[in-house]
């Protein structure tokens, strides 16, 4: 099984940007798609985007559409999502995944990152 461990969170204010890494210990049938999700307490774990490893295809939620972008480094079995425009909504938890299959939904995902806290205010 992989293990996932994301970086990059921290404190910014509305407007700003922050770059979230999630590296990969190795590539496998089960980290054929990778994904970011994220969740505030007491709600459920929202999915934002996922990519196809393999070409490189992306898929984003309207929720972070044009202002999310996830990027892969094969080299470093790294995936990243950039965040810009950043707004009071977008604090939560956030979270990598892998699994076989592109899936907005948290649960067709194999395995998760410990998460990395975004907190935007004023």
């Known amino acids: 099984q992989a293990q996932l461990m994301e970086s990059g969170g921290g404190s910014v204010p509305p407007g700003g940007s922050l770059r979230l890494s999630c590296t990969a210990s190795?590539?496998?049938?089960?980290?054929?798609?990778m994904a970011w999700f994220r969740q505030s307490p007491g709600k459920e774990r929202d999915w934002l985007a996922y990519?196809?490893?393999?070409?490189?295809?992306?898929y984003y939620a309207d929720s972070v559409k044009g202002r999310f972008t996830i990027s892969q480094d094969n080299a470093k079995k790294t995936v990243y999502l950039q965040m810009n425009s950043l707004k009071s909504e977008d604090t939560a938890m956030y979270y990598c995944?892998?699994?076989?299959?592109?899936?907005?939904?948290?649960?067709?995902?194999?395995?998760w990152g410990q998460g990395t806290q975004v907190t935007v205010s004023s």
């Open positions: 995944a892998a699994g076989r299959y592109g899936s907005i939904w948290a649960g067709n995902y194999n395995q």
């Open positions: 190795a590539r496998t049938d089960d980290t054929q798609y």
């Open positions: 990519m196809r490893i393999i070409d490189g295809s992306t």
